[in-house]
């Protein structure tokens, strides 16, 4: 089990980040604008900067539901690989099956 307060960083960091989406989105279109002006793309760079660090959404880290674990994580099941295992030997989720060959 990971620190609750990694966990809880990161739930912080992905409700920001759903805040401020649509401005930061917003500006960074006007900054890679190239028929747009110089200046005005300039200004949304420095007002990208103002928006807080952690909305920008390359600071959430993938977490496993169950554990925290942010390691070996499957973005399909939203699990790590250990829990995934865990819980596909116990049938807990549907269509996963063992592999043999």
Known sequence: MAKLSSINRNEKRKRMVK????????????AADESLDETERLMARLKMAEIPRNANPTRVRNRCETTGR???????FRLCRIELRDMANKG????VTKSSW
């Not at 805040?19 to 006007?30: E, F």
């Not at 942010?70 to 399909?76: D, E, I, L, V």
């Open 70 to 76: 942010p390691r070996g994580y499957y973005r399909k």
């Open 19 to 30: 805040k401020y989406a649509g401005r930061y989105a917003k500006l960074k279109a006007m």
């Open 92 to 95: 807990l989720i549907p269509g």
